[in-house]
């Protein structure tokens, strides 16, 4: 077998969307998978629509997801000369042919075509073919070149994901391959692209399949090995429809800035049309262990946010406290919350860690551990009730030299409720909303412990 080499092949008109990145996912897995060679390469010739800051970003959020590339970026724009040069070689051929049909007498064409309520297609016309006479080339027209494409019969392909697909090459007129300024057009450069950078697998998303029975004639006519396609389906939204903008987050960074673990998103990435038996957690390891084309689903895949989250909590539950520490520590500093004074940050997040699933829910958690924290007055005044308010002294008081530990610490607090002859919520529940500015929190006698002696005092004394 051949040694495999895949692309991933993106227009920088963008930045880099889920579905971008779980194509790219895609053909990095497989490269990996065979011990291939993955290429980026950037489909820039779209220079109105193309722009530097695109670039930028697909690099950013490949580089987020840690798919490293083994050769490239490569950029089309940098390959022009290459393009001209096999469009020379093709015209030399007699596979690809100068075409001086003007604008004028194309639109005429297409008219004539509708009233004959027939496809609009090129008719041909400076198609050269054996014993055919051809015009005279116009002056002053500069011409196309068009390919050769062939007359009669099929193309066909045996798609990874789809299976068979075949196209009759009369639905297929001679496709443009160089403006009349001498630029290429877009699917001869993908072919040129494919042909010189070895690749063996294309794995793309399916809103190329119409692109493919071109692009394989092309390859053929230029002598290349046809590679494999693998077309994937699209990616539905929560609500079964396309995947947009209006589904909020669909740039890859934005997860980033959500709050999301590089892990979480790639294993979520990878569920979302290609599946192991019934795994839906593991590890970049295993799924390139894993990987392959024939448990890649045809039909279109659905986005989940709620899993998403599920696997988000589960990558930072198993995030060691230290590095999950610094990540939330790096977000509470970009609010300008200083989290070097205040109870050990390791500790805040291992406490919390279970009740979030995003980085930024888990450091809405901690904040309050490292800000002033003034309980609202109603939130206060529903749960601090008066007959608590000794008990909550008498707390105060207990606290002073009590082993400052957790079990320590509820015993003094069962102790409390015992002597006051209350419920524990009716002393918990003001301690949490002083201490935390909330009502719901983990265990309160592993927070006050967080919180330490100090500070525990200090806001009982401004509370009570
Ligand atoms: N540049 C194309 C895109 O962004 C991909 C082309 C291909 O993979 O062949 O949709």
Not at 56 to 63: F, N, S, V
Not at 273 to 296: A, Y
Not at 319 to 327: I, M, S, Y
Not at 416 to 436: D, E, N, Q, W
Request: charged letters at 25%.
């Amino acid at each position: 077998m051949k040694p495999v080499r895949t692309r991933f092949a993106p227009s920088p008109t963008g930045f880099l969307h889920i579905g971008g990145a779980r194509t790219a996912l895609f053909s990095w897995a497989y490269a990996r998978r065979h011990g291939g060679k993955f290429i980026l390469r950037i489909e820039d010739t779209d220079v109105a629509r193309s722009t530097p800051e695109a670039v930028q970003a697909i690099l950013d959020g490949m580089a987020w997801l840690d798919l490293t590339h083994d050769e490239g970026p490569f950029y089309q724009m940098q390959r022009m000369d290459r393009y001209k040069e096999v469009i020379q070689q093709m015209l030399a051929a007699g596979t690809a042919y100068y075409c001086y049909t003007t604008k004028e007498e194309l639109d005429a064409l297409r008219a004539e075509q509708e009233a004959q309520k027939i496809k609009p297609r090129y008719d041909g016309r400076w198609r050269p073919e054996e014993g055919k006479p051809l015009p005279t080339p116009p002056a002053g027209v500069p011409p196309v070149v068009r390919f050769k494409n062939p007359k009669g019969g099929t193309v066909a392909w045996d798609d990874a994901v789809k299976g068979r697909i075949e196209f009759a090459n009369e639905e297929l007129d001679d496709l443009i391959i160089a403006r009349a300024d001498g630029t290429p057009t877009y699917n001869f450069c993908v072919c040129v692209d494919d042909w010189d950078m070895g690749i063996t697998q294309v794995i793309r998303g399916d809103d190329h399949v119409n692109n493919t029975p071109r692009q394989i004639n092309i390859l053929k006519a230029l002598g290349a090995e046809v590679p494999t396609y693998a077309h994937l389906s699209m990616i539905l939204g929560d609500d079964g429809a396309k995947l947009s903008k209006r589904h909020g987050a669909v740039s890859v960074m934005q997860y980033e800035e959500d709050g999301f673990l590089p892990e979480a998103v790639i294993n979520y990435l990878a569920r979302l049309g290609w599946s192991h038996g019934d795994d839906e957690i593991f590890s970049r390891q295993q799924l390139v262990e894993w990987f392959d084309l024939d448990h890649i689903t045809a039909s279109a895949a659905q986005f989940n946010t709620e899993k998403l989250l599920w696997l988000n909590q589960h990558y930072m539950k198993q995030t060691p406290p230290a590095e999950l520490a610094a990540k939330v520590k790096q977000r509470l500093a970009a609010r300008g919350v200083d989290t070097s004074h205040g109870p050990d940050l390791e500790k805040a997040v291992a406490l919390y860690v279970d009740r979030c699933n995003t980085l930024n829910v888990l450091a809405d958690a901690v904040e309050v551990f490292y800000v002033h924290v003034t309980p609202h007055a109603d939130l206060l005044a529903q749960h601090l009730s008066d007959e608590a308010r000794p008990a909550l002294a008498d707390f105060a008081a207990g606290i002073a030299d009590v082993a400052w530990e957790a079990p320590a610490i509820n015993a003094l607090i069962k102790e409390t409720v015992t002597k006051h002859g209350l419920k524990m919520p009716k002393l918990a529940m003001p301690l949490r909303v002083i201490l935390t500015g909330q009502a719901q929190t983990p265990s309160v006698d592993a927070v006050i412990a967080l919180i330490g002696r100090e500070g525990v005092l200090a806001a009982l004394k401004n509370n009570l």
